[in-house]
C-alpha cells in the first residue's frame, strides 16, 4: 500500500481544518482557533499520507485518552461508563481518497495506540440523524457494536455510541 502514517504536524493545520469542515456534519465545523485547541487537547492526532507527497495529508484521526479535560457531550457519556479506552473523536478521510483502505489503516493505528496503552475499549459515535448510514456500515466492519443513543448538539444531532473491544485477534 502507498499509504503511511504519521502524527499531524503543525503545518497540516490548514489541510486538517479544510477536510474537518468538508465533512460536516459527519463531524461538527471548527475554525483554526477551535481546531487548534482540539488537536492541543487530544491525546493523539494521526494524518494518514501518500507516500509520494507526505506532505498532503489525506485523512486524519484525532484521539483522546480516560481523564482527559474534554468537554464533549460524547465524550462525557463514554467517560462515565469506562475507564479503559481510547476515545475517537473524529476519524476523517478526503472524498478524493475515499475507498482506498485509508480509514482502516487509521484504525489500526488506532487500535494499536489502544494497545499499548493497555485500553479496553476504542469508543466512538456516528450520526444517526443526520444519518450517515456508510460510516456505521465501516464501523459495524471493523466490529463495533452500538452500546447507546444520544441526543447531542440542543437536540439537532443523534448518535450511535459505538465500541469495540482491544484484544488479541481484534483486527
Not at 477536510?19 to 460536516?24: E, S
Not at 492526532?45 to 498532503?56: K, M, S, Y
Not at 482502516?104 to 475499549?121: E, M, V
Request: glycine share 8%; proline share 5%.
Amino acid at each position: 500500500m502507498p499509504y503511511s502514517l504519521r502524527p499531524l504536524l503543525p503545518s497540516d493545520a490548514a489541510t486538517v481544518l479544510g477536510l474537518n469542515n468538508a465533512a460536516v456534519p459527519a463531524v461538527n465545523a471548527h475554525d483554526e482557533a477551535s481546531l487548534t485547541a482540539l488537536l492541543a487537547a487530544g491525546s493523539q492526532a494521526i494524518a494518514v499520507v501518500h507516500d509520494a507527497a507526505p506532505g498532503d495529508v489525506l485523512g486524519f484521526a484525532v484521539l483522546f485518552g480516560v481523564d482527559a479535560d474534554y468537554a464533549s457531550e460524547n465524550y462525557q457519556w463514554f467517560s462515565a461508563r469506562s475507564d479503559s479506552f481510547l476515545y475517537v473523536d473524529r476519524i476523517v478521510v478526503s472524498d478524493e481518497a475515499r475507498n482506498q483502505g485509508l480509514g482502516a489503516l487509521l484504525y489500526t493505528a488506532i487500535f494499536a495506540a489502544a494497545a499499548a496503552a493497555d485500553a479496553g475499549q476504542v469508543f466512538c459515535e456516528v450520526n444517526i440523524a443526520p444519518a450517515n448510514p456508510r460510516s456505521l456500515a465501516f464501523h459495524s466492519r471493523l466490529g463495533f457494536v452500538p452500546i447507546g443513543e444520544q441526543s447531542t448538539k440542543g437536540g439537532t444531532v443523534v448518535v450511535s455510541l459505538l465500541s469495540a473491544a482491544v484484544g488479541p485477534g481484534v483486527r
